[in-house]
């Protein structure tokens, strides 16, 4: 979706356009989208975090990675140090096969029948740059 708070084919900062009125953004209150991966390049993600330098790059051969970014935290789960998980204070990007796969069979498979074995693999590589 390019030219959208949903295009991040160009570095932005993610709270950049989080508050754009876009109904996607609005009903789900920030980011919570799946993002599709062409698995072309060997980083399919990354994140970068300009004061510290701390730079953490997503590697998958899953076709999707879900972005969320705390849209829903309001302070009552406390996390390490005691400190609590407030309103998009994080983020996480988990690999995986895009929602509702199951009903659209141009969709990569989600089938694994009796007997087969599931296999992945994603690396979350951490470095300071």
């Known amino acids: ?5 949903f295009d991040f084919t160009t ?6 356009r989080i508050a754009e009125n876009y109904d996607q953004l609005i009903y789900g ?24 330098g701390r730079l953490m790059e997503v590697i998958t051969d899953q076709p999707g990675v879900q972005f969320y970014c705390g849209n829903f935290l309001d ?3 406390i996390g390490h140090g ?3 998980y407030i309103y998009r204070s994080g983020l996480c990007l988990e690999t995986g096969h ?11 498979s989600t089938v694994l029948n009796p007997g087969e074995t599931f296999k992945s693999q994603t690396i979350y590589r951490f470095s300071v740059k």
């Open 75 to 77: 302070g009552s789960k």
């Open 98 to 108: 895009y929602p509702d796969s199951p009903n659209h069979p141009d969709f990569p």
């Open 29 to 52: 209150k920030g980011y919570d989208h799946t993002f599709v991966l062409d698995n072309k390049e060997e980083v399919d993600a990354s994140v970068y975090e300009p004061v510290s």
């Open 11 to 16: 570095p932005h900062t993610i709270g950049e």
């Open 1 to 5: 979706m390019a030219g959208t708070p």
């Open 82 to 84: 005691g400190k609590p």
